[in-house]
């Protein structure tokens, strides 16, 4: 696969990528966040196939699947994929993002005890 995915998805939809490409990485945040801050056991099975078309859900069941037949993943391996990023400046904003997900998190289970 050459083809850039965000000019597939552009051309996919006859729209241009610098509109596409927000919409991308505000669904990636928002899923990203979904999975770090839910407090059930199953995201996937409980809440989210109400929140995704049946072709959404279908294709992130069917990319799951792909990885981890793929990959032997372990908490804490995509830091070395961010390093791979290049200079800290590109991707230190989307680390501040998720200090702000741990502290919400960390206030919401700390609230619950009291």
């Known amino acids: 696969m050459s083809d850039h995915l965000m000019r597939v998805i552009a051309d996919n939809l006859g729209q241009d990528v610098e509109e596409v490409q927000p919409v991308i990485d505000e669904f990636l945040l928002q899923l990203h966040r979904r999975f770090y801050e839910y407090k059930d056991a ?17 294709h992130l069941l069917g990319l799951f699947d792909c990885f981890s037949e793929r990959y032997d993943w372990e908490r ?14 590109k991707w230190l904003p989307y680390q501040h993002q998720m200090e702000s997900w741990k502290q919400q998190r960390f206030t919401e289970s700390k609230d619950d005890t009291d």
């Open 42 to 58: 199953d995201l996937i099975g409980q809440d989210l196939h109400y929140q995704l078309s049946h072709q959404g859900y279908y």
């Open 76 to 89: 804490g391996f995509a830091q070395e994929y961010i390093l791979r990023l290049g200079l800290r400046s």
